[in-house]
Every structure is written in structure tokens, then in C-alpha cells.
């Protein structure tokens, strides 16, 4: 449950761009703050089976997104591959400027 | 012009699983095979015009999704740094599995 939890959280970071704004906000309410969907119907006026209809709904679109851009995927391999980079840099008489190099790329993750 | 189809070659290559079946056929013709728009409308049997538009139309959708992900600016932006990272690994005594794991890293973009 907490790993799904955390993989949705990962999509949403990659993908919120192409959801629409109140899909945004009953993910971001839903997933980062915390709130039930009780709390979110009420705040925006709705039934909870809406509320929890629309994030069903964007959570099969993330995925759907991730099985077509593998953006998640793609820096998660980069992320093994930084980590190894990493070691290497640390055990040997590291060149400054190549470590900084590194690090701003990781950055742009 | 030539920096333009360059643009939207590239964008074509991140996002064409976004688009759908008729846009990736007709987009494939003209940019990647040089169809012309006739050629093109004759072998679908539609008109010049409804191909024309539909190519126009992809093109706008694929710096829509650009704007939003941004996978060809960072590209761009990885680029540069990797070409930076292969002259230093160049000029010095350059450890071979730290070589190879640039390469990989290089090679998911």
C-alpha cells in the first residue's frame, strides 16, 4: 500500500502538467495533504463517489501515461547508474570539476 | 526551415506514443519519409487541406506537450553536460567502469 502510494506520488511528480486543474487538486489534496475523500467532496460540493471516481480515473491515466513516456522508469535505471557513479567518484582522487558535472546532471532529473 | 523540421523531428521522437495512429502515420510521411502533402492525401484518400491541418495541428500538440514536460530542453541540457564530462574523461587517466557508466547513462536519453 505505501509503495503504491509512493509510485502514484512519483507519477503525479512527472505527469501533473497533463491533468487538468481539478484533477490536480483532488490528487494533490488526496495524495500530498493528506485529506479524505470525504473532506475533499465537501470542500469542492460534490459526493465522495465523484471525488473518488476522478482519482481512479487520473491514477489509470498517470499509469497510462508511464507505460507510454517510461519517464519513471527511465530515472529510476538513472538513478542505480548516479549511486555507482557516486562510489567511484568517492573512492578515487576525485576531479572537482567532473563531480560537479555529475551532480548538476543529477540535478536535472 | 531546416532548424525547423530538426525541432519538430525531435519532438516527434519524445512524444509521438502521445500521438494517435493517423497523426504518427501522417507525421512519419512528411518529416521522416518526405512525402509530399499530396502524396500523402492521395494515398489516404482525403484532401490536401485535411492533411495539411492534421499535421499542423500535431505539430501544435507536440510543443503543447513540451511546453509541459520539457523532455527535449532537458535533453538539450544533458547534452551539453555529457560533452563536457567526455573532455575531461578524455584529458585524464580515465577509469574505465566510470567511462562505461557515463555511456550508459548517456545511452537512456
Redesign the interface.
Given at each position: 500500500m505505501l509503495e503504491k502510494t509512493t509510485r502514484i506520488n512519483y507519477l503525479y511528480d512527472f505527469?501533473q502538467?497533463?491533468l487538468t486543474p481539478k484533477q490536480r487538486s483532488y490528487m494533490s489534496l488526496y495524495y500530498l495533504d493528506d485529506f479524505s475523500l470525504g473532506e475533499i467532496a465537501e470542500e469542492f460540493g460534490v459526493s465522495r463517489q465523484a471525488v473518488y471516481d476522478n482519482i481512479k480515473r487520473t491514477e489509470q491515466m498517470l499509469e497510462e501515461?508511464e507505460q507510454?513516456?517510461l519517464?519513471f522508469q527511465?530515472f529510476q535505471?538513472?538513478s542505480t547508474?548516479?549511486k555507482?557513479?557516486r562510489k567511484?567518484?568517492d573512492k578515487?582522487d576525485s576531479?572537482q570539476?567532473?563531480t560537479s558535472?555529475?551532480e548538476?546532471?543529477e540535478k536535472?532529473d
Open positions: 505527469y502538467s497533463l501515461y507510454k513516456l519517464l527511465k535505471e538513472r547508474i548516479f555507482q557513479i567511484i567518484l578515487q576531479n570539476e567532473l558535472l555529475i548538476t546532471l536535472l
